[in-house]
């Protein structure tokens, strides 16, 4: 009953199944670990940003350049400040208001910008406090340079003068004349009366989108491996029901061709051979008699 199985037919069907559901069950298991990756990343990013459970603050030297292992954690840079910028349209506790950004000059010649605080409302330099004077040692929370249109941060261009729509090096390199960092710290505690502005995971470490495709994907992959098992199992009870159904003698012979069209054109051809040999076989009537 089985011996059809050896056949080269179901040699090919057999391997192919064989082949397609580790194919399956590893890709599954694949994208299976991406998604616990994603999970993982966001737990670390937000036990990093979490203030209790942070390490000591360490030199900011030691923290560069900034990466999902380093971004939150909490640095320390000393210097005197320099110029001052604004950064609009940023919300903080469900209300609009602005950064208050100023550049810290460090002893290595480069600066780095700080975000000494936020106040409500429309940006202003006028109710940006002034910067304190001489040396002065901040700790905060390094953050990695942002992109427009990501983490909250606005796509805007043609700003007025002393503002920034993101904080980075590559936005800050044309508005003041300073070596930058390509990263940012925020303060702890706001400077002159400000609000602290709270650190935010860095980008990629979240719950977004592709996270869930991850998830999605995973049970794509192991339905494909229980499709396979299952077109399997049906071309094998097809297989047999055909040859019991056969050895009952309840298959007829236009059943045997495994294509209706073949059968139907071998059916025609047969027909046709019929016609052509009475044409060529010549009529005893019509032979002369002798």
Request: charge should be negative.
């Given at each position: ?225 229980g499709f396979v098992v299952f077109m ?59």
């Amino acid at each position: 009953m089985y011996r059809f199985l050896l056949t080269p037919r179901w040699w090919g069907i057999n391997v192919f199944v064989l082949l397609a559901i580790p194919f399956c069950v590893f890709m599954g298991s694949w994208q299976l670990s991406r998604f616990e990756d994603r999970m993982q990343d966001h737990r670390t990013a937000t036990e990093r940003v979490d203030p209790e459970d942070r390490a000591p603050a360490r030199p900011l030297a030691k923290l560069l350049p900034v990466d999902k292992e380093t971004s939150g954690e909490l640095a320390t840079a000393t210097g005197r400040y320099g110029e001052q910028l604004l950064v609009p349209d940023r919300e903080l506790d469900g209300k609009e208001g602005f950064y208050v950004l100023t550049l810290l000059r460090t002893d290595a010649g480069k600066s780095l910008p700080v975000v000494r605080g936020w106040l409500p409302g429309t940006a202003d330099p006028a109710r940006a406090p002034a910067a304190p004077t001489g040396e002065v040692t901040v700790t905060g929370s390094l953050q990695a340079s942002e992109t427009p249109g990501s983490n909250g941060v606005p796509v805007q261009g043609g700003l007025p003068a002393g503002q920034t729509g993101a904080i980075s090096a590559a936005t800050l390199v044309n508005l003041v004349p300073d070596d930058l960092y390509d990263a940012w710290v925020t303060l702890d505690k706001g400077d002159a009366g400000m609000k602290a502005v709270p650190a935010t995971a860095p980008q990629g470490s979240g719950l977004d989108l592709k996270a869930f495709q991850n998830l999605g994907y995973t049970g794509e992959w192991f339905v494909f491996a229980g499709f396979v098992v299952f077109m399997w199992f049906r071309l094998l009870r097809r297989e047999i029901e055909f040859l019991r159904d056969e050895q009952l003698g309840l298959v007829r012979d236009d059943e045997r061709a495994t294509d209706p069209k073949e059968a139907s054109a071998q059916g025609d051809d047969a027909a046709e051979d019929g016609r052509s040999g009475e044409e060529r076989a010549p009529s005893r009537e019509a032979e002369p008699a002798q």
